[in-house]
């Protein structure tokens, strides 16, 4: 099983940027579709992002489109989530998450992942 760890995290005023970083080790990384949950204070946690083993196919939940970009680079075992034009909704705790596949068709899902880092506090000042 791989194992997860968030970073870049942090406070940001409203419309401020924010790079997150997962670091992955274990198994290999590149044999795990990836994505980005997040839970706000007193929710339910949500989807963010995903990306296949490769890149080629990401997600976006439509809350982030357009503001948020999710990459990774198999070289170094990351997957980052570039957060751009932040809102103070988005504060909350982001997560990293595995899936032990080279793509996953309920990226939306969190019960699809195999794997959880232990989050990193995201909070945006209005």
């Known amino acids: 099983q791989v194992q997860l760890v968030e970073s870049g995290g942090g406070l940001v005023q409203a419309g401020g940027s924010l790079r997150l970083s997962c670091a992955a080790s274990?198994?290999?990384?590149?044999?795990?579709?990836m994505g980005w949950f997040r839970q706000p204070p007193g929710k339910e946690r949500e989807f963010v992002a995903a990306?296949?083993?490769?890149?080629?196919?990401?997600y976006l939940a439509d809350s982030v489109k357009g503001r948020f970009t999710i990459s990774r680079d198999n070289a170094v075992n990351t997957v980052s989530l570039q957060m751009n034009s932040l809102k103070p909704e988005d504060t909350a705790v982001y997560y990293c998450?595995?899936?032990?596949?080279?793509?996953?068709?309920?990226?939306?899902?969190?019960?699809?992942?195999?794997?959880w880092g232990q989050g990193t506090q995201v909070t945006v000042s209005s």
């Open positions: 274990g198994r290999t990384f590149s044999r795990y579709a």
């Open positions: 998450a595995a899936k032990y596949s080279y793509y996953n068709s309920r990226y939306y899902s969190s019960t699809s992942y195999d794997s």
């Open positions: 990306i296949s083993w490769n890149g080629d196919v990401t």
